[in-house]
């Protein structure tokens, strides 16, 4: 067995790069989703279709408030001690 396989946990730093790669997959899709609902927003609410302008402001607000909770969650993941 080599040195590198004593010392190092192979099955846990392929969970941690599997998770990273989830993470930072999923905070992208969230925050994809608050910029084109920000922008269509923007431009139904210009163009006068209100309930569309709602349906996409609120589509904003949820990816936003994925965005954000994945970044307190980071904070707290990275402030605990186990």
């Known amino acids: 067995m080599s040195v590198a396989g004593k010392v190092v946990e192979w099955?846990?730093?392929?969970?941690?790069?599997?998770g990273s790669l989830g993470a930072a997959l999923g905070v992208t899709i969230a925050f994809s989703f608050t910029v084109a609902g920000?922008?269509?927003?923007?431009?139904?609410r210009r163009n006068g279709h209100g309930v569309a302008a709602g349906g996409w402001a609120i589509l904003a607000l949820i990816?936003?408030?994925v965005v954000a909770a994945a970044i307190v969650l980071g904070i707290v993941v990275m402030t605990t001690k186990t």
Request: no cysteine.
């Open 11 to 18: 099955h846990q730093l392929f969970q941690v790069v599997y």
């Open 63 to 65: 990816g936003l408030a």
């Open 38 to 44: 920000l922008t269509r927003f923007a431009e139904a």
